[in-house]
Nanobody
Framework: QVQLVESGGGLVQAGGSLRLSCAASGRTFSKNTMAWFRQAPGKERDFVARITWSGGSTYYADSVKGRFTISRDNAKNTVYLQMNSLKPEDTAVYFC???????????????????WGQGTQVTVSS
């Protein structure tokens, strides 16, 4: 059974930092694009960041560019999201996602991700 398990969320003051982790089990994702999305209350799930299978390319939503960094450790089957200079508008449930097609480095639409984690809550107080 494939699982993606997020951790590292919590309550932080504006300007602070958090590091989210997404640990995969049940199969290796070292050859797969992985991403982070977030969903605030009453809003749609939005793209945050994406990293290609090799880690050679990363992509970010404009709202987090320069503040968030996505990375991966394929030996640990884990992807990370380092979040700095957090703002109250970053408050959301953060989800990890994985794309099943191997060695693909192109754009992956939201609906194409094959595996999702259960999410971890990030709350930024002002």
């Amino acid at each position: 059974q494939v699982q993606l398990v997020e951790s590292g969320g919590g309550l932080v003051q504006a300007g602070g930092s958090l590091r989210l982790s997404c640990a995969a089990s049940g199969r290796t994702f070292s050859k797969n694009t992985m991403a982070w999305f977030r969903q605030a209350p009453g809003k749609e799930r939005d793209f945050v960041a994406r990293i290609t299978w090799s880690g050679g390319s990363t992509y970010y939503a404009d709202s987090v560019k320069g503040r968030f960094t996505i990375s991966r450790d394929n030996a640990k089957n884990t992807v990370y999201l380092q979040m700095n200079s957090l703002k109250p508008e970053d408050t959301a449930v953060y989800f990890c996602a994985a794309y099943a097609r191997s060695y693909y480095s192109g754009i992956v639409n939201y609906s194409d991700y094959d595996y999702w984690g259960q999410g971890t809550q990030v709350t930024v107080s002002s």
